[in-house]
């Protein structure tokens, strides 16, 4: 069984930071790849950023690089996205997933959390 969990969404004002967590469980720990994506009220679901497993392939969207930071603990089979600087644009529900290859399609990877949701007012 795979199982991914997300936390740490929440609300913040412009500028703040939040710090998202992703656990992994069953087959999803043993991925590869790990990315985190966002869906914001009545758009697609975009690639943010991922991560593999041995962190010499880190990958980020345009829109949040040099603002946001993946990383993972390969011990504690967590992911983690750091976000700062935060816009309201950043406003979505955030989900991760995991995948064996590196890619930024949401629709090739096969296991996906729940999603958390990140409100971000100006």
């Known amino acids: 069984q795979v199982q991914l969990v997300e936390s740490g969404g929440g609300l913040v004002q412009a500028g703040g930071s939040l710090r998202l967590s992703c656990a992994a469980s069953?087959?999803?720990?043993?991925?590869?790849?790990m990315g985190w994506f966002r869906q914001a009220p009545g758009k697609e679901r975009e690639f943010v950023a991922r991560i593999s497993q041995s962190d010499l392939n880190i990958y980020y969207s345009p829109s949040v690089k040099g603002r946001f930071t993946i990383s993972r603990d390969n011990a504690k089979n967590t992911v983690y996205l750091q976000m700062n600087a935060l816009e309201p644009e950043d406003t979505a529900v955030y989900y991760c997933a995991a995948h064996w290859l590196a890619t930024t399609n949401p629709r090739e990877y096969p296991y996906w959390g729940q999603g958390t949701q990140v409100t971000v007012s100006s």
């Open positions: 069953g087959r999803a720990s043993g991925m590869n790849t």
